[in-house]
């Protein structure tokens, strides 16, 4: 089972709209980090969020991502 990371925002719709997706999927436990108050993060991610790491490969899935897409990420 990867270990799995999604960066996302306060008050951030497509996040909340990634969350109903991964649900959809029956996405594995994951971690949630908010990068607004991490400069490090918010340079690194910056609009890119909601974004979805595989903390063991180092993949990362960027929204927008459909089902299909996060399901092959996730296989």
């Not at 497509?14 to 991490?38: G, K, M, N, T, Y």
Request: glycine fraction near 4%; hydrophobic fraction near 45%.
């Amino acid at each position: 089972m990867p270990r799995l990371t999604l960066y996302m925002r306060d008050h951030c719709p497509l996040c909340d709209q990634a969350l109903d997706l991964l649900a959809r999927a029956r996405a594995p436990d994951f971690d949630s980090v908010w990068i607004d108050d991490d400069a490090a993060l918010e340079l690194r991610f910056g609009t890119r969020v909601p974004v979805l790491r595989n903390e063991d490969d180092g993949r990362e899935l960027d929204w927008p991502f459909a089902i299909e897409a996060l399901r092959g990420f996730l296989a």
